[in-house]
């Protein structure tokens, strides 16, 4: 009878399929490298979004919007607000996806937010099955904390694509962090996190639920739990989810958009509700939306095709260099 490879004194051969989880810095830049390609494809869709929200165009179509913009700016002009979206979305994507990964870890720590039959996590980079409410959980924790942060950069997003609120040419010849300090200037600190609490409401349940339909997608995909998959895949989980979410809170994107923009009109939560409501009734809660869903489902869809790729390159070199010290230390 043959000899095991214990028996023999050497290490076993590495699990192929064994799940080699991933440092904090490929989750980061797997994050940056997502948000990066999402902006720069998606930039014009944002800018017509924000103008139908904030009513300056209330009365246009989708694409008339577009070409007024291309006739008085350019086609550079569909870029307008680039800039500060780059600064929000490079860290504000890696700071989510590698918080995403981490509560997912410790969250699933806990048996009343893991998935029965589930194993525990084994480290911080370890990705675990969870309950509906432990992704509802993770999701609107992960997405509303960084959101929170990067508030002062949403809001010189906002109001550079809007056109308002600022001085004519602060937001194209001035830097965005002369913008803030004009801003700073003008209304304290508490003026750079205005419109805090309508994207909170909208960030929180949109989050939750955009990983609650991401990860449901991914099953229906017979995508593997642990990462698996690829790009497509996540890109196809991604745009379907973000579709559904965002159909959801678009009335709250607006809400936020609107006070951001006239916050001498839209004073308060419950004022900005009856005027939105007396001006266009519930349809007009979704001014703008059919533009932020296509944006958020596109975006969606390239960045977690984006994200999934780049962390299934990453764990494909971990279980490598993996398997070559196991074969280094069964050889020695």
């Known amino acids: 009878m043959s000899n095991s490879p214990a028996e023999l004194g050497q290490q076993p051969p590495a699990d192929s399929n064994k799940k080699v989880p991933l440092s904090a810095t490929w989750h980061l830049a797997s994050g940056a490298v997502s ?10 869709l944002d800018l017509g979004k924000e103008q139908l929200q904030a009513g300056l165009k209330s009365k246009a179509k989708i694409w008339g919007t577009v070409k007024e913009v291309v006739r008085t700016d350019g086609a550079r002009g ?4 680039t800039t500060p979206t780059l600064y929000r979305n490079v860290p504000g994507v890696s700071m989510y996806f ?4 981490r509560l997912r870890s410790f969250v699933g720590q806990f048996p ?9 996590p ?3 980079g370890s990705k675990v099955k969870l309950t509906t409410a432990g992704d509802l959980l993770v999701g609107s924790t992960a997405r509303t904390g960084v959101g929170f942060i990067l508030m002062p950069f ?4 906002t109001l550079s694509e809007s056109s308002t609120s600022l001085p004519r040419g602060s937001s194209a010849s001035h830097s965005s962090l002369s913008a803030l300090r004009q801003l700073y200037t003008s209304g304290g600190i508490k003026s750079l996190w205005r419109g805090a609490v309508p994207t909170a409401l909208r960030d929180a349940p949109g989050a939750g639920l955009f990983i609650v339909f991401y990860e449901r997608g991914r099953r229906l995909l017979g995508i593997r739990g642990d990462g698996g998959g690829g790009a497509v895949g996540g890109g196809v989980a991604g745009a379907s989810a973000s579709l559904l979410s965002t159909l959801l809170t678009t009335p709250f994107d607006l809400i936020k958009t609107r006070r951001q923009i006239s916050p001498q009109t839209y004073t308060s939560l419950l004022s900005s509700v009856a005027i939105v409501y007396r001006s266009g009734g519930i349809r007009g809660f979704w001014e703008g939306g059919g533009l932020r869903v296509v944006r958020k489902a596109g975006s969606a869809g390239i960045g977690w095709a984006v994200y999934e790729g780049v962390v299934g390159l990453g764990e494909s070199r971990a279980k490598l260099r993996a398997t070559a010290t196991e074969g280094r230390s069964g050889g020695g």
């Open 35 to 44: 948000g990066a390609a999402s902006v720069l494809a998606l930039q014009p």
């Open 78 to 81: 569909l870029w307008r607000g």
């Open 98 to 101: 590698l918080t995403l990964s």
């Open 112 to 120: 009343q937010f893991r998935a029965k039959g589930a194993p525990l």
């Open 122 to 124: 084994t480290d911080a």
């Open 154 to 157: 949403t809001l010189l997003k």
